[in-house]
């Protein structure tokens, strides 16, 4: 011990400072981004939010691979069925692994009706990385994997619907199609929003004067109302994929006024800055100007408005498909999922139907937090 | 003052003239018409309807005349008569189909925002007081709970939960004595009793978005220097509070009652079908899926002038709180 403490102490805060040298040069060279970065890392719920939404990516890209079954495969001794139950030990209380016991029908005498009783003479192992229902990811590449299956029955984690289909399959796709509407919705109020809020701010006066209006009034209408109105002219004979893509179009189309606001407030404000001027002494163009010049000087601010406008896409979304204005089958979203149960009594009977549900409120959750830390870390040169 | 008040007045009929025009394209675009739908119904039922029939609907209900003659049709008889035109499906005026459900619509959101404010606001100034606490803590999740729940998932919640827990049911709206008597005082005190839940349902979201509003403005506001003076000078903490920052604080709220109130106004339609109101939502969508025009287009008109009229309501009340705003702004 004595050996230790004879090292000369005065070393001791000389690394110190060092140490605080090194942070404060790599503080102060740190790109825009870096910083944001570091400001954004800050924010422990926002951390959270975005490995929930990376989950969500995850969810969406591989569908295929992740459920066990197609949207539209039938498990047709299973209706209405409650979520199984996974076992590890079997009933003599041996571990076993992951497994599952199969589901029988029986006729209960007593009340008339079939029971959906397990099976508990054969076990069901849960095999993982296992080949199971053909599928072709994103209807492009022919495969057979997932994530994983029972081999010889069913497994159904959030139990089946009225046509015994797979509700956890169900919901995995509809996390494709809901988050995709809502990335699809948001590009084109990205690119309406940007285009004009950009004209507008740029160039002022009349112009200015006509957009501002004609953004006030489109505010002035309530928003579902309109969506309702809007979706329920699309026509009946439509296909449901059309329908997809209009209900999606909408959504965006009426969404693009918050951001053309900001677009339009930012502009005013640098259209006066030194960089700027410079650049029109420079010689260079009205869209040189916008694109090289400005843009990227609030392109952060943009970012966070458009994950903040995410959860208004999805929640437009899943309201629609649930009164039946929106999506239908064979399109599987979390709205039109929700359909199923739309009364309380669906919702006594078969209250697993309602997992969507979660989906949505996490999803939403998950987008707020993130463009919460997004805001904060936006403008990393603030204190 | 009342020059400001006549100019944003004056704004509001402009809206209003140009939003019923909207309202009316919008719901003149899909292709075929209500005699089309009348007559589908009636050849599903089994009746003989000949092609001369659909003429002869379309005909007597004046719908083979161009949209521009059947608007201002439509509006004249809006503003001399007080006449929204004729429901096709009920078969009655629509002032008639709307009646009092319209005062209950308007009694529901005015109830709402006015019970969503008295609550998010001091909750909102206590989070922001005690930041960083367990309760501020506790107010942030349930915050962000509020904003991401969807109004008709936290409906059939609350459903589920009652008839689950409580074995009763919230939907409906008066008791049976009061079902279909008049307006009155008790029917009034009655509906008080049932609008609850439905208050819950619609107020969450946006009193959560008021209460996280109200912590940010209050915590920018609470390390003013204006709040140091005035606590060097001994003022008590309470009244210290409740005289500066907070009055500062409320003016990005009242700014935007009229948008509170969009957004109430806006969920309520298919909140009232879940819950299965008495009021003009279960209406909106029936009418929307049978293309019945005239109805769906006096409400979508009646929400948007309810949003409309608290805009403006919140512009006067924003001019009287703020003397910026009604000589013009800085320059």
Not at chain 1, 47 to 74: D, N, T, W
Not at chain 1, 216 to 234: G, K, N, Q, V
Request: glycine letters at 8%; aromatic letters at 14%.
């Amino acid at each position: 011990m004595s050996a230790l403490n004879s090292t000369p102490p005065v070393e001791i805060p000389d690394l110190e400072e060092q140490t605080m040298d090194r942070a404060k040069e790599s503080f102060y060279t740190a790109t825009q981004f870096q910083l944001m970065w570091l400001k954004f890392r800050r924010h422990k719920l926002a951390i959270i939010g975005m490995f929930v939404l990376a989950l969500f990516l995850i969810a969406m890209l591989f569908a295929e691979f992740l459920a066990p079954y197609g949207s539209q495969s039938r498990d047709a001794d299973y209706l209405f069925g409650k979520p199984q139950s996974i076992h590890f030990f079997d009933d003599d209380g041996n571990f076993r692994g992951m497994f599952v016991y199969s589901v029988i029908s029986q006729f209960n005498i007593d009340t008339m009706q079939v029971d959906l009783v397990e099976d508990r003479s054969e076990i069901r192992p849960v095999n993982f990385f296992a080949k199971g229902e053909p599928y072709k990811m994103w209807g492009l590449i022919k495969g057979d994997l997932h994530l994983f299956h029972v081999e010889d029955a069913f497994i159904h984690l959030f139990g089946t619907d009225s046509l015994g289909r797979d509700v956890y399959s169900r919901v995995i796709f509809g996390t494709r199609t809901s988050l995709s509407i809502g990335f699809i919705g948001v590009i084109i109020s990205f690119i309406l929003g940007l285009a004009i809020g950009g004209v507008s701010g740029y160039f002022g006066g009349l112009i200015d004067d006509i957009v501002q209006r004609m953004i006030e009034f489109i505010r002035s209408i309530p928003t579902l109302p309109l969506w309702m109105s809007l979706a329920a002219i699309l026509p009946k004979e439509w296909s449901p994929l059309r329908v997809y893509f209009a209900v999606t179009v909408l959504l965006g189309f009426l969404s693009w006024t918050t951001l053309a606001r900001r677009v339009r407030g930012k502009l005013i404000s640098m259209r006066e800055e030194d960089f700027v001027f410079a650049a029109r002494i420079a010689g260079s163009s009205d869209a040189r100007i916008i694109w090289r010049h400005m843009i990227p000087a609030f392109l952060s601010y943009i970012i966070v408005d458009l994950t903040v406008s995410f959860p208004a896409m999805i929640l437009g979304e899943t309201t629609l498909s649930f009164i039946g204005l929106g999506l239908r089958e064979p399109v599987v979203s979390w709205g039109v999922l929700l359909q199923a149960s739309q009364n309380i009594k669906a919702i006594e009977q078969h209250p697993w139907l309602f997992f969507p549900a979660i989906f949505v409120v996490i999803s939403v959750l998950a987008f707020s937090l993130v463009g919460d830390g997004m805001r904060d870390a936006a403008d990393p040169y603030s204190h | 003052m009342a020059k400001y008040a006549l100019r944003r007045f004056i704004t509001m009929v402009v809206m209003l003239v140009a939003l019923s025009l909207i309202v009316f394209v919008i719901l003149e675009l899909p292709p075929g018409d209500f005699a089309e739908r009348y007559v589908h119904d009636l050849r599903q039922s089994g009746a003989q309807v000949t092609y001369g029939q659909v003429e002869y609907y379309r005909h007597m209900l004046g719908l083979d005349r161009p949209w521009p003659e059947r608007y201002l049709n439509w509006a004249t008889n809006i503003v001399t008569r007080f006449d929204f035109g004729w429901s096709l499906t009920y078969r009655l005026p629509v002032t008639k189909v709307i009646g009092d459900r319209i005062w209950f619509t308007i009694i529901l959101s005015v109830v709402t925002i006015g019970a969503s404010y008295l609550i998010a606001i001091p909750l909102g100034i206590y989070s922001a007081i005690k930041q960083y606490s367990t309760g501020d803590y506790l107010l942030t999740i349930l915050g962000y709970l509020g904003m991401a729940t969807p109004a008709f998932l936290f409906a059939l919640l609350l459903l589920y939960v009652s008839t689950m827990y409580f074995g009763t049911s919230v939907g409906g709206l008066y008791s049976l004595e009061f079902q279909n008597a008049p307006w009155s005082w008790n029917k009034f005190i009655d509906l008080m009793r049932h609008i609850w839940p439905a208050v819950i349902v619609l107020g969450t979201s946006g009193a959560a978005s008021t209460l996280r509003t109200m912590r940010a403005t209050m915590l920018d506001e609470k390390n003013q220097l204006y709040v140091t003076v005035a606590r060097a000078k001994g003022v008590p903490e309470n009244k210290l509070i409740q005289k500066y920052p907070v009055r500062a604080a409320l003016n990005p709220i009242v700014s935007t009652i009229g948008w509170e109130l969009a957004t109430i106004v806006s969920g309520s339609p298919i909140t009232a079908t879940v819950l299965s109101l008495p009021d003009i939502g279960p209406i909106f969508l029936k009418s929307l899926t049978n293309q019945d025009i005239y109805l769906s287009g006096t409400i979508l008109l009646i929400y948007s002038c309810l949003t409309i009229v608290g805009t403006f309501v919140s512009d006067i009340l924003l001019a009287m709180l703020d003397p910026r705003i009604r000589y013009g702004g800085i320059e």
